[in-house]
């Protein structure tokens, strides 16, 4: 069965830094693309950033580049979302999902999501 | 990036309702386009892919169809587990875009 459980979230002043983490299990995760997926609170869903499998691969929605970097970890089948200089407009619930087909990440969508991580931004 | 218009922003059915939610895309998608059914307090779910590909433990009440740029989602016979917010998502393009979302309500 496929798991992800999202950890890191909680509260933050405007202009520090976060970072989130999702541990992954029941699939081989350095097959799969994976991506962070946000929500505000009673908004609706936000693509933040994908990886492609082996990490050689990146992309990022306009309002975090330069901000948020994702990465993984194959070996510790771990990805990851670093949040710099967080603003209160990047307060959301952050959701960790992979995608449904292996090594790709464009047409692609994603299948299976973790609970999601509260992360709130104020000061 | 491909913007998704989906309409309504809210249903009011009543049970055993038909019920249909529309996206429409700013260009063509060429039916790379999912639905997600999403419960309060809940992560997404997915239903549907591929323009009308059911997932595994989808209720046959749950269609999708369409092509191009416009596209839609239906509930037959709704039931009371089906109140839930629902959204539409295009793949075809990176960045992948979701609709602003339709909540369905009970009458």
């Known amino acids: 069965e496929v798991q992800l459980v999202e950890s890191g979230g909680g509260l933050v002043q405007p202009g520090r830094s976060m970072k989130l983490s999702c541990a992954a299990s029941?699939?081989?995760?350095?097959?799969?693309?994976m991506a962070w997926v946000r929500q505000a609170p009673t908004k609706g869903l936000e693509w933040v950033a994908i990886?492609?499998?082996?990490?050689?691969?990146?992309y990022y929605r306009d309002s975090v580049k330069g901000r948020f970097t994702i990465s993984r970890d194959n070996a510790k089948s771990t990805l990851y979302l670093q949040m710099n200089s967080l603003r209160s407009e990047d307060t959301a619930t952050y959701y960790c999902?992979?995608?449904?087909?292996?090594?790709?990440?464009?047409?692609?969508?994603?299948?299976?999501w973790g609970q999601g991580t509260l992360v709130t931004v104020s000061s | 990036d491909i913007q998704m218009t989906q309409s309504p922003p809210s249903l009011s059915a009543s049970l055993g309702d038909k019920v249909t939610v529309t996206c429409q895309a700013s260009q063509n998608i060429n039916k790379y386009i999912a639905w997600y059914q999403q419960k309060p307090g809940k992560a997404p779910r997915l239903l549907i892919r591929?323009?009308?590909t059911l997932e595994s433990g989808t209720p046959s009440r749950f269609s999708g169809s369409g092509s191009g740029r416009d596209y839609s989602f239906s509930i037959s016979n709704v039931e009371s587990e089906d109140i839930a917010s629902y959204y539409c998502?295009?793949?075809?393009?990176?960045?992948?875009?979701f609709g602003a979302g339709t909540k369905l309500e009970l009458k």
């Open positions: 999902t992979r995608l449904a087909m292996m090594v790709l990440i464009t047409s692609n969508w994603f299948a299976y």
């Open positions: 998502l295009q793949f075809d393009n990176l960045p992948d875009t």
């Open positions: 029941g699939f081989t995760f350095s097959n799969y693309g």
């Open positions: 591929y323009t009308s």
């Open positions: 990886i492609s499998y082996d990490g050689s691969s990146t």
